[in-house]
T-cell receptor
Framework: GENVEQHPSTLSVQEGDSAVIKCTYS??????FPWYKQELGKRPQLIID?????GEKKDQRIAVTLNKTAKHFSLHITETQPEDSAVYFC???????????FGKGTMLLVSP | EADIYQTPRYLVIGTGKKITLECSQT?????MYWYQQDPGMELHLIHY?????STEKGDLSSESTVSRIRTEHFPLTLESARPSHTSQYLC??????WGEGYTFGSGTRLTVV
């Protein structure tokens, strides 16, 4: 299956700072890019997603950007809060397929 | 409330035992998936189904098997559990061909001793 490289693996920020997590991929047939948040001991939950015909999508403090030419997409969290602390996963699927391939995850720690 | 349910949440069993992890969803989704989540957090697809009587193996080789006799039910079975099967198993479902609307269950944490 498609590989997804996710960086960084851990990220520590101060409350109020911005956080950026980046994922790269190789298959140009990838066309759906969701992001999931998994709090400790809980299930992964979809927080935002983007399709290949869109370059940027925003939902309050979170945004996702997609660069199809360079084959990378990023999650941006502004004005971070302690409750943003969690593991974040990027994922993607190929055109015509519903299975998602996940990145290895980024542990975000927001300190008060 | 429409959701996806996994039982049990925690399971400790001895080596060689046969076990079945249950997954049921009440959302009417056609597509269902099993992921294995290792201690390093990474999620690996082990099985998926596009509908009744449809099952496929995922990217990660697994000694488990699945069945899909009813739309809402997608159980995973280990015929002979081993310590290497110790992991968290997450079930998910979706209704869209692009994987939109992936909803995960709360997971089963399996320990084989």
């Amino acid at each position: 299956g498609e590989n997804v490289e996710q960086h960084p693996s851990t990220l520590s920020v101060q409350e109020g700072d911005s956080a950026v997590i980046k994922c790269t991929y190789s298959d140009s047939a990838s066309n759906y890019f969701p992001w999931y948040k998994q709090e400790l001991g809980k299930r992964p939950q979809l927080i935002i997603d983007i399709r290949s015909n869109v370059g940027e999508k925003k939902d309050q403090r979170i945004a996702v950007t997609l660069n199809k030419t360079a084959k990378h997409f990023s999650l941006h969290i502004t004005e971070t809060q302690p409750e943003d602390s969690a593991v974040y996963f990027c994922a993607l699927s190929l055109s015509g397929y519903s299975t998602l391939t996940f990145g290895k995850g980024t542990m975000l720690l927001v300190s008060p | 409330e429409a959701d996806i349910y996994q039982t049990p949440r925690y399971l400790v069993i001895g080596t060689g035992k046969k076990i079945t992890l249950e997954c049921s969803q009440t959302m009417g989704h056609d597509k269902m998936y099993w992921y294995q989540q290792d201690p390093g957090m990474e999620l690996h697809l082990i099985h998926y189904s596009y509908g009744v009587n449809s099952t496929e193996k995922g990217d990660l080789s697994s000694e488990s098997t699945v069945s899909r006799i009813r739309t809402e039910h997608f159980p995973l079975t280990l015929e002979s559990a081993r310590p290497s099967h110790t992991s968290q198993y997450l079930c998910a479902s979706s209704e869209d061909s692009w994987g939109e609307g992936y909803t995960f269950g709360s997971g089963t944490r399996l320990t084989v001793v």
